[in-house]
């Protein structure tokens, strides 16, 4: 399964790009392999993550804006249950990676 992160490239709000920069910035340090996908670009992309993304996660009113983040058809959340799994130390659990096991050589 591939890691999906869903943007929106030409948004206005600050908040939201520094979102989208903190969990591209964090899985691009830590070398978790993911793809970008922009829903300001693909119309197509932009309604399945709207139909994908659970009810309960889902605003009020409107659509539910990105990042959201999702293992293959896997929805994982969006910025705010990533930040509290990276806090916590379990974002490869948020994820539904398998944990990377270091090896050490003496």
């Known amino acids: 399964m591939v890691i999906r992160v869903y943007i929106a490239s030409s948004s206005g709000s600050v908040a939201l790009k520094k979102h989208q920069q903190a969990i591209v910035g964090f899985l691009e340090a830590n070398r978790i392999s993911f793809e970008e996908v922009d829903i300001t670009m693909l119309e197509d992309q932009r309604l399945w993550m ?46 539904r990676l398998s944990p990377v096991k270091l090896i050490y050589i003496r």
């Open 50 to 95: 709207y139909r994908n993304i659970p009810e309960e996660k889902r605003p009020e009113k409107g659509n539910p804006l990105p990042p959201q983040i999702f293992n293959g058809e896997d929805y994982c959340g969006d910025y705010e249950d990533f930040f509290q799994s990276k806090e916590m130390n379990t974002v490869f659990s948020f994820l």
